[in-house]
């Protein structure tokens, strides 16, 4: 398996909701990363986890909740939400000490 | 600090033309560049790494260091080459890539 999978393709959710992203790789990659890419913009950096543990943070508004609960499994939760965080969430795995990363198709929420 | 530069949004040649996407880059040590492409309803992916110096697609990247650029090229375009085009740079380990803004790329027939 040598694609990194998203879960759901969309998701609607309006500001009070909880929700969460998920994301999956096989492809024994120990980096994994979240991005956030608003239309017509180039992805920006959210979050690293490195080897299970989280080693960067792009001063990521504490709405957003990353969680890494094992190698293959990234997940980023989403609470109390604003509609200008609409945007194409994308996640992307690596070798640590690699420098090719793999993205996944990402995920479109829709803030309401 | 890193920085990409794309200084291109837009960007529309006739198919079987030369084709050359711009990018600088900003880094005071030494870094990794690369090319990704996004085509239509697809998800972004690798076209080129510098360290690897090989041709994908037709396209090629050399880094010039005295100019700090990547700058892509391929001498025939293909209207299949019709695409999202971002330059990106990993100056902090493997860990941190900064993306230009992207070059849309049109092929015309």
């Known amino acids: 398996d040598t694609e990194v999978t998203q879960t759901p393709k969309h998701l609607v959710m309006g500001m009070t909701n909880k929700k969460s992203l998920k994301c999956e790789q096989h492809?024994?990659?120990?980096?994994m990363y979240w991005y956030k890419q608003k239309a017509k913009k180039p992805p920006e950096l959210m979050f690293v986890?490195?080897?299970?543990?989280?080693?960067i943070n792009e001063s990521v508004p504490s709405r957003f909740s990353p969680e890494c609960p094992n190698s293959s499994l990234l997940n980023l939760h989403l609470h109390a939400l604003q509609p200008e965080d609409s945007a194409l969430y994308l996640c992307?795995?690596?070798?640590?000490?690699?420098?090719?990363?793999?993205f996944g198709p990402g995920t479109r929420l829709t803030v309401t | 600090a890193q920085r990409v530069t794309q200084p291109e949004k837009l960007l529309s040649v006739f198919k079987g033309a030369p084709v050359e996407l711009k990018c600088n880059y900003s880094?005071?040590?030494?870094?990794?560049l690369f090319w990704y492409v996004q085509y239509s309803r697809q998800r972004l992916q690798l076209l080129l790494r510098?360290?690897s110096r090989e041709s994908i697609k037709g396209f090629t990247a050399d880094l010039n260091k005295g100019e700090t650029s990547f700058h892509l090229k391929k001498p025939f375009a293909q209207e299949e080459d019709s695409a999202m085009y971002y330059c990106?740079?990993?100056?902090?380990?493997?860990?941190?890539?900064?993306f230009g803004q992207g070059t849309r790329l049109t092929i015309n027939p």
């Open positions: 880094y005071s040590g030494s870094p990794e």
């Open positions: 992307a795995s690596s070798h640590p000490r690699a420098y090719e990363q793999y």
């Open positions: 492809m024994g990659h120990r980096a």
């Open positions: 986890y490195s080897y299970e543990k989280l080693s």
């Open positions: 990106a740079l990993n100056g902090q380990g493997a860990q941190k890539l900064v």
């Open positions: 510098h360290i």
